[in-house]
């Protein structure tokens, strides 16, 4: 379909205390009628709290290109977990 | 019958939902875009959730055994009660707008002074549809605004509609028999009284929306009464299919 309104990315808290998440995408015109969509199109079972609503042009985001550069240099470095200490055995939620 | 002024002043504002609710559920997957799409079928889940509790209240005061499907879908046209401007059809966008603005503004006034009604079931059912009421003059308000104030096109088209629609407003102010009697009563609402409100509240929003306040005398009416424009006739035909052609059939 021909859509000239921008697109939208929607942030939902389901509940309070949680974090708001990523629930997906629709076009509006502005920000007052991306957060009326975003209500009707995510929210309609309940699904939330809150919504912020960010223009998606305004996120910047890393090339998949340069994923190799970027993530691959972390894959070998397993000492970066804090994994090799000794936890007592007190401490139960780690 | 417990009363028959109650069992219809009941259908006379539920008849209004189910239609809405009917004509806006044609819109299903007709949207102009996914999101107001989703939103116009929202609304009418909204007005048909309303519709039911008024019916089983209604089915339960009948005293005839009826169910809430018999009073939905088993009248004959004659026998509704909703008002002419709701069975109006979706010619375009702007509409279906003007329709459910014009609607939603005398909706939530009704149901503001029906949730005081001596009436719990009404006054129970008034309040839980007052939020979802709002959501939709909230909607539809501020569509009428973008229309109205937004390209030449998309104005022309609002004005249109709101020209078209505008003698059937008045008729939301009229009394039945029923409404007087249950007026006096204290369970329903003298809705004469809330035409000031509603014309001030609407014209403001049209002045906001730089669209003309339609200057017609002349006022449609008759569906309270139950005589319909030439639409309501295909409405309930769509409406009334499955449960004509399948008697008693459950979903």
Aim: aromatic share 10%; glycine share 6%.
């Amino acid at each position: 379909m021909d859509n000239n309104w921008p697109l939208w990315e929607i942030f939902v808290r389901s509940k309070n205390g949680l974090e708001h998440r990523h629930f997906g995408s629709l076009h509006a015109a502005d920000e007052e009628m991306a957060l009326e969509n975003a209500r009707d199109v995510y929210t309609r079972r309940n699904e939330g709290v809150s919504i912020w609503v960010v223009k998606s042009s305004n996120i910047t985001a890393s090339n998949p290109e340069n994923n190799g550069e970027l993530f691959e240099p972390a894959q070998d470095k397993v000492y970066r977990h804090p994994t090799f200490y000794k936890l007592p055995d007190q401490v139960k939620h780690m | 019958m417990k009363s028959e002024h109650l069992y219809n002043y009941i259908l006379g504002i539920a008849d209004n939902s189910l239609i809405l609710g009917q004509r806006l559920g044609e819109l299903c997957g007709h949207g102009p875009s996914l999101e107001t799409d989703i939103a116009g079928t929202n609304i009418s889940l909204d007005l048909i959730g309303q519709t039911r509790s008024y019916y089983q209240y209604a089915a339960k005061i009948s005293g005839e055994n009826k169910t809430e499907d018999d009073i939905a879908f088993l009248r004959l046209e004659r026998h509704y009660k909703n008002v002419l401007l709701v069975e109006q059809p979706n010619t375009h966008f702007g509409y279906v707008i003007g329709r459910q603005y014009l609607f939603d503004v005398f909706h939530l006034l009704l149901l503001k002074e029906l949730q005081s009604s001596k009436d719990e079931t009404l006054a129970a059912i008034a309040k839980k549809g007052i939020k979802e009421v709002s959501y939709h003059k909230r909607f539809s308000g501020d569509w009428v605004k973008r229309l109205g104030d937004g390209t030449p096109q998309s104005a022309a088209k609002m004005q249109e509609a709101i020209h078209d629609l505008w003698p059937y407003t008045q008729e939301l102010f009229d009394m039945t028999d029923a409404d007087t009697a249950m007026a006096l009563e204290g369970v329903g609402v003298d809705v004469s009284k809330l035409k000031k409100a509603y014309y001030k509240e609407v014209t403001d929003l049209f002045e906001l929306a730089t669209l003309e306040v339609p200057q017609s005398t002349y006022f449609s009416r008759g569906g309270k009464k139950g005589v319909h424009s030439e639409h309501m006739g295909y409405l309930l035909a769509d409406l009334q299919y499955m449960q004509r052609t399948y008697p008693n059939m459950q979903w």
